[in-house]
């Protein structure tokens, strides 16, 4: 069942965007296939959440469904037990305090998608005077009392704070770096550039220096903004169609902050490229200050125009490196605690033990032990139910390091899918991650080359040895690639 779900959700992701992934897909739950009625049930955090996948995206998880099960799947989504929960991973921007109306410059004056109906994109939170929009594409504050709507036009997640930001090894250059920048910005370090794998707290970071200078006053809201670099790359595309750019580039050259996340998206965009440049240049100049997160360092970005990333790394770049154990529990606990369900350490250790390629799984990982709890009325966290409740996710994670822990480990860490491991095709961006595993294969198991092969789509061992040879080599002349393997290494042995 699980593997369905994970599968399931990187086909979305393939033709969702990662923000409305976030938002929509993230959030819901798999509970249970029946395989008489070929009923799947689905379990959704709010209402909201619940009306809007059953609309938008539940034939397309019929169709998966459909090819996963070989049959005809009828899909059914249900409110989670107590509407309970982790808020999801990443969380969208958390409702703020209503601002005062504001004159749309040109991103807040972004339409909404023709399939938002206009009547649906305000939540009602039950009890409070406020809604909220979630991302679709842009969030929205509304006061339900007046009808009133207004945009949040930082797009900060107020959920995203330097106090809950929990520090280990794995992070404590790039908090320090991020506290400096919010302390004095646009003139210690400028740009900041952090970078890091999947789901290891940069989108985070980021936010967290946005609200510390917000709070400090450093920063009015309206002259901070976070953006997604996909959001950005819209921005562009809609100044093109509607002659804006003077618009834009005011917009965007008149911030105090531009905090621009998973700068990667930029690749082959040459005009949303050009325009961040100029952006970039004004901004800079003018000591206003840029922080980029990115999922490699600068110069590894591919597809990004040279002048930029010689800017990208002007400043200081810094890297997030997955948790250690101890960072690991100390989330674990702390996440827990933030639930209302405390956690035993016996139990934070063994979830910890398993778990070990980024924080987003941490998460994921807790969302199901707490549902799992509620679900049976259990008020005290066990052992013996985190077996029960994660043993999907532990048969992969079994504590040893398996060919398929790698496999998955390193398509993470690459964001392809696990299933690109065994296929014949053979693009670069995949042929790469794939001798990579192999090589961590051979290093990290007692496998042997034609077992391996085996695992990965019957491929010949010389295949294999060839692999282990090309990247053993290649490690001793790159140091980028040596640093990749240095960081999948560590995921790996925990
Ligand atoms: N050190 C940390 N302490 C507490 N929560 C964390 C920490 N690191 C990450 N998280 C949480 O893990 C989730 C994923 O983090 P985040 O979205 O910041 O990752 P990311 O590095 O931006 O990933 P991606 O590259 O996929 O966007 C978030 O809910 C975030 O709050």
């Known amino acids: 069942m699980n593997e369905f779900w994970q599968t399931c959700v990187s086909r979305l992701e393939q033709d969702i965007p990662p923000q409305q992934i976030s938002a929509w897909i993230r959030p819901l739950v798999p509970l249970a296939y029946d395989e008489t009625q070929a009923v799947l049930r689905v379990a959704a955090p709010n209402r909201f959440k619940l009306d809007w996948v059953r609309k938008n995206y539940s034939l397309r998880i019929e169709e998966l469904a459909a090819e996963w ?10 409110l989670a037990q107590g509407r309970a929960g982790l808020a999801p991973a990443p969380a969208p921007a ?17 339409p909404l998608p023709a399939e938002v109906p206009a009547s649906s994109v305000f939540q009602a939170d039950t009890g409070t005077q406020h809604a909220t929009r979630i991302e679709a594409p842009t969030l929205v504050l509304a006061s339900q009392a007046t009808g009133q709507a207004v945009y949040d036009r930082s797009r900060l997640n107020t959920d995203m704070t330097f106090d809950n930001f929990v520090t280990g090894k794995a992070n404590q250059l790039a908090r320090a770096a991020a506290l400096q920048v919010a302390e004095n910005p646009g003139v210690s370090y400028n740009p900041l550039f952090l970078y890091g794998g999947v789901g290891l707290g940069k989108t985070h970071l980021i936010h967290a220096i946005g609200n510390a200078m917000v709070q400090a006053g450093t920063g009015s809201k309206s002259k901070v903004r976070y953006v ?16 804006a750019f003077d618009d834009f580039k005011r917009y965007y050259h008149s911030l105090d902050l531009l905090l621009i996340d998973d700068i990667q998206f930029f690749s082959g965009k040459n005009r949303t490229q050009e325009e961040f440049f100029y952006a970039f240049e004004a901004m800079v100049a003018q000591r206003k200050q840029i922080i980029i997160t990115s999922d490699t360092y600068p110069k590894e970005l591919a597809g990004i125009d040279s002048r930029l990333i010689s800017r990208f790394d002007s400043g200081l770049t810094v890297a997030i490196e997955p948790p250690e154990l101890e960072m690991r529990v100390a989330i674990l606990l702390r996440k827990a605690d933030s639930e209302g369900m405390p956690m035993p350490e016996e139990v934070a250790f063994f979830i910890a033990k398993h778990l070990r390629s980024n924080v987003r799984e941490l998460e994921g990982a807790l969302r199901k032990v707490l549902a799992y709890a509620r679900f049976h009325g259990r008020d005290v966290l066990t052992v013996e139910m985190c077996k029960d409740a994660l043993k999907d996710l532990l048969s992969v994670s079994n ?8 496999q998955k480990t390193v398509a993470d860490f690459y964001k392809i899918k696990v299933a690109d491991m065994y296929s014949k095709r053979r693009p670069a961006n995949i042929a790469l991650p794939r001798q990579i595993a192999m090589y961590l ?10 077992e391996i092969g085996d695992l990965f789509g019957g491929r010949d061992h010389t295949t294999v040895l060839h692999a282990v040879r ?9 140091t980028e690639l040596n640093h990749s393997l240095h960081v999948l290494e560590q995921t790996l042995k925990g």
């Open 470 to 478: 090309k990247i053993s080599d290649a490690r001793t002349k790159q």
């Open 94 to 110: 958390a409702p703020a305090p209503i601002p005062a109306p504001a004159i749309g410059l040109l991103p807040t004056e972004t």
């Open 69 to 78: 099960f070989h049959r005809p799947v009828q899909v059914t989504f249900e």
């Open 441 to 450: 294969a051979k290093e990290l198991t007692q496998k042997s080359l034609p």
């Open 399 to 406: 504590g040893q390091i398996t060919v398929e822990n790698i």
């Open 228 to 243: 997604h670099a996909d959001q950005y790359v819209s921005d562009v595309v809609k100044a093109y169609q509607r002659k």
